[in-house]
């Protein structure tokens, strides 16, 4: 089992900046592929990130890439998420994931955190 743990989230003015956190404990997340998503109200969780086991491929849902950057430290068992140039339009819950294959699809992660608001406003 897998344990979860999101962090970083809050309130910020778009255009800013915030950097979440997702801490693994119970086994180490080394071997699996991370995933980022997020919900927004009355709205599906959507994809928004992944990185592969080893960090050499990452891949960004077309609404996020070149503002958001998925990055892991398997040393410190922690990925994190990195967002930048932030919108109102970004605003939602964030979750971390982790799965042996890894996809865009809310069905190839096995384990999953229990949320991180992040909420973009002026």
């Known amino acids: 089992q897998v344990q979860l743990v999101e962090s970083g989230g809050g309130l910020v003015q778009p255009g800013g900046s915030l950097r979440l956190s997702c801490a693994a404990s119970?086994?180490?997340?080394?071997?699996?592929?991370v995933g980022w998503f997020r919900q927004a109200p009355g709205k599906e969780r959507e994809f928004v990130a992944r990185?592969?086991?080893?960090?050499?491929?990452?891949y960004y849902a077309d609404s996020v890439k070149g503002r958001f950057t998925i990055s892991r430290d398997n040393a410190k068992n922690t990925a994190y998420l990195q967002m930048n140039s932030l919108k109102p339009e970004d605003t939602a819950v964030y979750y971390c994931?982790?799965?042996?294959?890894?996809?865009?699809?809310?069905?190839?992660?096995?384990?999953w955190g229990q949320g991180t608001q992040v909420t973009v406003s002026s």
């Open positions: 990185i592969s086991w080893n960090a050499g491929i990452t």
């Open positions: 119970g086994s180490t997340i080394g071997s699996y592929v």
């Open positions: 994931a982790v799965g042996t294959s890894g996809g865009a699809s809310r069905r190839s992660y096995d384990y």
